[in-house]
């Protein structure tokens, strides 16, 4: 599993448009990238994936870049609600590793 | 999306007790679940690899004397704290993939187990 490196914590404003990166300089060309937001006490909750370029759907966007060693998600206009933990998670498909890494600590301040 | 459930959602035993946790998917079929635990403000740390009708795979360092997990069907997996003792304490949160050809992992609410 490629192994991944997170900003541990940032600060965000009401309304502000969040970008979290997330290293994994090591990825695979069957690995794909995922995203999980975690609040306290509670199980994390999928985000995101994808494999490469941009993937938008109604809640973030996606970043790759075409050597794909990294990726950056994307919170629109973040709410105080957002205020989270930010897992990245590189996943091979229809492979089990399943460790995650450190994670962001985003606060969202009013 | 799919359901994940576990229960119980919090419990409180004396040390030397025994205290399982069962993780449900409630609408589709798990082959493979994960169990993991979570000190505070820290990140989740995978215990184990739970395969249906086989052994668990568990990782470096998780004693799996200590901590049972049995999947006897492809809808629940439990994980049994054995003889627990108050460093046992902690937030165990179980997964299932419903689709093995995608990266997305559906949690459980987790399990907070509190050992006095």
């Known amino acids: 599993l490629a192994k991944t490196t997170q900003p541990i914590s940032m600060d965000s404003y009401e309304g502000q448009e969040v970008n979290i990166t997330c290293s994994h300089n090591?990825?695979?060309?069957?690995?794909?990238i995922t995203w999980y937001q975690q609040f306290p006490s509670q199980g994390p909750r999928f985000i995101i994936q994808?494999?490469?370029t941009k993937v938008t759907n109604e809640v973030a966007s996606l970043f790759i870049p075409a050597d794909r060693k990294s990726s950056t998600l994307s919170l629109p206009r973040v709410s105080l609600s957002d205020t989270a933990v930010y897992y990245c998670?590189?996943?091979?498909?229809?492979?089990?590793?399943?460790?995650f890494g450190a994670g962001t600590r985003l606060t969202v301040k009013p | 999306g799919a359901v994940v459930s576990q229960h119980p959602s919090w419990v409180i035993c004396k040390s030397g007790t025994s205290v399982k946790i069962e993780c449900r998917s409630l609408?589709?079929?798990?082959?493979?679940m994960f169990w993991y635990r979570q000190f505070p403000k820290q990140s989740l740390m995978l215990m184990a690899t739970?395969?249906?009708?086989?052994?668990?795979?568990?990782e470096q360092g998780v004693e799996k004397d200590k901590f049972l997990i049995n999947h006897a069907s492809l809808t629940l997996s439990t994980l049994t704290v054995t003889s627990a003792h108050p460093e046992d304490s902690s937030f165990y949160i179980c997964?299932?993939?419903?689709?093995?050809?995608?990266?997305?992992?559906?949690f459980g609410e987790g399990s907070r187990l509190t050992v006095l």
């Open positions: 997964s299932a993939r419903k689709d093995p050809n995608t990266g997305e992992l559906f």
């Open positions: 090591n990825i695979a060309t069957n690995d794909y």
């Open positions: 994808g494999y490469k």
């Open positions: 998670l590189v996943v091979m498909y229809n492979n089990n590793d399943m460790r």
């Open positions: 609408d589709f079929q798990a082959t493979t």
């Open positions: 739970s395969n249906e009708g086989s052994k668990a795979t568990y």
